[in-house]
Structures are given as structure tokens and as C-alpha cells.
């Protein structure tokens, strides 16, 4: 029982942070894929929920002739991002014209980060686009 409350407590923490009232739903909602197509040069609002500790295929279409970058990272951290920021960053994967297929491990504890699209030179975050780290399933 000790085991099912130290779990449900970080799911409650992310539902409250989501907006979600159902921390049961999110988890179900969780995938271990996404899919992106790069708009304008930035992201559209987009979460993606993924389980912890899983590896998530992600695949990213680039339709500008300009390359991109698609990068995760700690919602700590504010823009302009700098030198300093890379410390935060989970994830990154540049992403030229066209079609780019990679994979990351997601985190192991249920967190929220925010996802960080377009041109280098013009790295923002435009819109809410988040990450959300669900517990992979609830063991009693």
C-alpha cells in the first residue's frame, strides 16, 4: 500500500500541473511515439505524454529549406537561452529539410519539460509545447 501512495503522489503533482484532473487518464494517454511536422520555422502548442523510462520514437518533418533544431529541456530554464542553458537541456537533435527519425530515452521519475523548436539562431519557446513524463504504469 506504502508503494501505491509514493506513486500516485507524483501523478497527482502532474495532473495538478497539466490541468488534468484524472491522473489515470494521462497515463493511459501516454505513448512511446511522436510524430511533428516543424510549421513556420516554430512549434504549434503541442504536449506530448510519454512513460518514464521508456524509449520514445520520434519522428520530425522539416517542410522549410532552412535547417532546424528540436530540443527538450528543463522548464527552468527562460529565454534568451545562452551558454549557461546547456546544463538544462534534456534532449536535442538537429532536424534538416525533410524527414528525421531518431529516438530518446524518456526520464525515469514523472516531470514536465518544454520543447524548443525552429531556426538555431532563433531558439524560443513559441507557444505551450511541453513534454509531460507520466509513471509507466501503477503496481500494487
Known amino acids: 500500500m506504502k508503494m501505491f501512495r509514493f506513486m500516485i503522489f507524483p ?6 500541473l497539466t490541468g488534468c484532473v484524472d491522473p489515470l487518464s494521462l497515463i493511459e494517454s501516454a505513448r512511446d511515439e511522436i510524430d511533428f511536422t516543424m510549421d513556420s520555422g516554430a512549434c504549434r502548442d503541442e504536449q506530448w505524454v510519454v512513460p518514464g523510462g521508456a524509449e520514445i520514437s520520434l519522428r520530425l ?14 522548464r ?6 545562452d551558454i549557461q542553458d546547456q546544463d538544462r537541456i534534456f534532449f536535442s537533435v538537429p532536424v534538416p529539410p525533410g524527414f528525421t527519425e531518431t529516438s530518446f530515452t524518456a526520464p525515469a521519475m514523472p516531470s514536465e519539460y518544454q520543447v524548443i523548436c525552429g531556426p538555431s539562431d532563433k531558439l524560443e519557446p513559441l507557444g505551450r509545447n511541453r513534454l509531460v513524463v507520466v509513471q509507466s504504469g501503477l503496481e500494487r
Request: proline residues 15%; without cysteine.
Open 76 to 81: 527552468a530554464a527562460t529565454p534568451p537561452f
Open 11 to 16: 501523478l497527482i503533482l502532474v495532473a495538478l
Open 61 to 74: 518533418t522539416n517542410p522549410l529549406d532552412m535547417p532546424q533544431m528540436f530540443i527538450i529541456m528543463a
